[in-house]
């Protein structure tokens, strides 16, 4: 059987400081049959120039070039051109092991895997990366839904994935255009559900630049109120073509509980947001969910907070109330966290 090809999609927008690094990992990948097809978003500083170079000297770089749409216009882009069996997607500002495609398409062949999912760091390290970038060694076939419940890895990230490209074209899978925060973690829970067979290996082949001066997540996550508010429109939009594609119906408690990582900078806030925050949480999660779905297993984190949303939503509320409110989910939440540390430190005694 012939070698397939990879598609390896770079979205660029002024990184020219850092597209050497990445496009070196990706040209010097051991496994040769591949693209990198390289979508410039409309640069201004020169990156360009770099890709230019690149595809002078390489033959298996493609560069298009478009006016400045974001990301996912970007990738979206990149999908319309690439021809790959399989599609890859890399930020322009981060890089691959020179030997993760290799691997990665072997464990495709091996399993006949509609999607491979493989590990990654962030450098700095940050430990949540770390976490949410960890999938254990394992195939799986069947619901891609419970893949998304119960195996790490399956979000938030695209870009630790890779996907056989006839799903996506068969599924009409592209990035929404109109979320500007999620984009990646929506595209996964659309991928998954439609996915025969999924396979994970633990291998961390993927260097995520974390906190980039100037990059849009860095910036953008200093705004908690924007940032949040944004957050409810990825938590709609799933919620609503899960609906749709009647996904829906007796996984909303394991939905909200998957999810709800994109709520965890609330405590951020600022008293004066918290309020209209939770309003607008409210308007989405009374499209889609009831307060019978909290009720339903969750771990309690998830629970409390979602409990203080809709409590902090409620008419009439006073600010005596919503500060009674905050502290009583502060107490429940260092006390989860406490019978934490005591499971842990008993677990280590027992070993």
């Known amino acids: 059987?012939?070698?397939?090809?990879?598609?390896?999609?770079?979205?660029v927008y002024n990184i020219a400081p850092y597209l050497d690094e990445c496009l070196e990992s990706l040209c010097g990948q051991t496994y040769r049959n591949l693209e990198v097809v390289c979508i410039d978003d409309g640069s201004t500083d020169g990156s360009a120039d770099v890709l230019r170079a690149w595809e002078a000297r390489n033959e298996r770089v493609r560069v298009v070039f478009q006016p400045n749409g974001g990301v996912s216009r970007a990738r979206n882009h990149g999908l319309d051109v690439a021809t790959g069996d399989y599609v890859a997607f890399v930020d322009g500002d981060d890089y691959l092991d020179l030997d993760a495609a290799e691997k990665l398409l072997a464990a495709a062949r091996e399993n006949d895997a509609?999607?491979?999912?493989?590990?990654?760091?962030?450098?700095?390290?940050?430990?949540?990366?770390?976490?949410?970038?960890?999938?254990?060694?394992?195939?799986?076939?069947?619901?891609?839904?419970?893949?998304?419940?119960?195996?790490?890895?399956?979000?938030?990230?695209?870009?630790?994935?890779?996907?056989?490209?006839?799903?996506?074209?068969?599924?009409?899978?592209?990035?929404?255009?109109?979320?500007v925060l999620g984009e990646d973690t929506s595209f996964s829970f659309f991928a998954f559900p439609a996915a025969r067979?999924?396979?994970?290996?633990?291998?961390?082949?993927?260097?995520?630049?974390?906190?980039?001066?100037?990059?849009?997540?860095t910036e953008n996550f200093k705004k908690r109120a924007w940032q949040l508010n944004h957050h409810v429109e990825v938590l709609d939009y799933i919620a609503g073509e899960w609906a749709r594609r009647g996904l829906l119906d007796g996984r909303r408690t394991q939905l909200l509980g998957a999810i709800c990582f994109i709520f965890y900078d609330f405590d951020e806030l600022s008293p004066a947001d918290r309020v209209p925050f939770a309003r607008h949480?409210?308007?989405?999660?009374?499209?889609?969910?009831?307060?019978?779905?909290?009720?339903?297993?969750?771990?309690?984190?998830?629970?409390?907070?979602?409990?203080?949303?809709?409590?902090l939503a409620r008419d009439g509320l006073t600010r005596a109330q919503a500060a009674t409110a905050m502290a009583r989910y502060r107490a429940k939440m260092a006390a989860v966290a406490l019978n934490r540390k005591r499971a842990a430190l008993m677990s280590s005694k027992d070993a």
């Open 114 to 179: 509609d999607i491979v999912v493989f590990g990654g760091r962030a450098f700095p390290e940050t430990r949540w990366v770390t976490e949410v970038f960890g999938p254990r060694d394992v195939v799986r076939t069947g619901d891609g839904c419970a893949m998304i419940f119960e195996e790490k890895g399956c979000i938030p990230s695209a870009s630790n994935k890779i996907f056989r490209r006839s799903l996506i074209e068969a599924e009409h899978l592209r990035f929404n255009e109109r979320l």
């Open 1 to 11: 059987m012939d070698d397939p090809l990879l598609s390896i999609i770079v979205p």
């Open 197 to 217: 067979t999924v396979a994970f290996l633990s291998d961390r082949f993927y260097h995520y630049r974390f906190e980039r001066a100037g990059s849009a997540v």
């Open 281 to 311: 949480f409210k308007e989405a999660f009374d499209r889609h969910f009831s307060p019978a779905d909290l009720a339903r297993p969750m771990g309690r984190n998830e629970r409390y907070r979602y409990e203080l949303f809709l409590e």
